[in-house]
């Protein structure tokens, strides 16, 4: 099936990619962000937040937000 994927770490990309029918959020992410921990971001379907467990449909909007934002170091002055 295929889904829109939004990334918002980092540089950010969107784009069409396939899944096979019958996974769950968990999965996808697991898929698209190896090495991540799903708790370090909110992942929506369609614009809300879902549960983990919520099984994707063909055509759903996955987006990928970091919950923390890295910056720049503050200056010892």
Do not use: W
Not at 63 to 68: A, E, G, S
């Amino acid at each position: 099936m295929r889904l829109f994927y939004v990334n918002n770490d980092g540089g950010g990309f969107a784009n069409h990619v396939d899944a096979e029918a019958g996974i769950t959020v968990e999965q996808f992410f697991g898929q698209q962000m190896p090495g991540c921990k799903p708790e370090d971001y909110l992942i929506r379907v369609n614009r809300l937040p879902v549960a983990s467990d919520q099984i994707l449909q063909e055509g759903d909007r996955v987006t990928v937000t970091p919950t923390k934002v890295h910056g720049a170091r503050l200056s010892n002055r």
